[in-house]
Structure formats: C-alpha cells, structure tokens
C-alpha cells in the first residue's frame, strides 16, 4: 500500500521560502513520477511541478524560476523547494505518485489516478 506524507507547509511573509517534503512508503519513488499539485479556496486543482524517473522536471509557467523540484532516494522523498513566495501560492498542496505527469501550454497535468497525500497548507501573508 502506497502512503505519501506531506510536511513543511506554514505561515510565510511574500518573498519567503518554504521547502515541502512528499515521504514515501510501499512505492521506490525513482521508479516512477511524483508530482505537486495544489488547490485554493474556491478554486480548481492545479499541477505544480513533477519529476519523472528519468529525472525529468516540469513546472507550471506560474512557479518557474521559482519553485525546484528534486527527489532524495535515500530517503525516499520528493522536495519542492518554494522561493519568493507570492500571496497567490497561498494552497493546500499535495504530493501524488505513481502518476504520468507532462507539461502542455505551461501547465502541469497529470494522467492517471495515482496516489496522493493528505496535503500541507501554504499560506502566503504578510
């Protein structure tokens, strides 16, 4: 069985930074692609960032230059390192593998089903 936690979400000035970690169990991550998503209040869920098993990344045209995604075998984990942070980065965001995952018209999708985490709130504020 496949569990993903997420962790290293909080309260952030814009400009800020903040690095999510996406552990993994039941699942060797560079096996497969693992991507970040994330959802705001009223608002649809969106891809972020991926990282493929080939060590391929893709990022939403929103968060390039800004957002690095990279992934840890050691420890079986995916970061997303988040720089100058924004108010509109403000989400829950979500880890999910075992995903296809691409880029198309600068946006991150997915395909497939995969498996996600509970998410970690973002909230960017001064």
């Known amino acids: 069985q496949v569990q993903l936690v997420e962790s290293g979400g909080g309260l952030v000035q814009p400009g800020g930074s903040l690095r999510l970690s996406c552990a993994a169990s039941?699942?060797?991550?560079?096996?497969?692609?693992t991507g970040w998503f994330r959802q705001a209040p009223g608002k649809e869920r969106e891809g972020v960032s991926c990282i493929n098993w080939v060590d391929d990344t893709y990022y939403s045209t929103f968060v390039e230059g800004r957002f690095t995604i990279s992934r840890d075998t050691a420890n079986n984990t995916v970061y997303l390192q988040m720089n100058n942070l924004k108010p509109e980065d403000t989400a829950v965001y979500y880890c999910?593998?075992?995903?296809?995952?691409?880029?198309?018209?600068?946006?991150?999708?997915?395909?497939?089903?995969?498996?996600w985490g509970q998410g970690t709130q973002v909230t960017v504020s001064s």
């Open positions: 039941g699942v060797h991550l560079e096996d497969v692609a």
């Open positions: 999910a593998t075992d995903l296809g995952c691409a880029q198309q018209d600068g946006i991150v999708y997915h395909m497939g089903s995969g498996s």
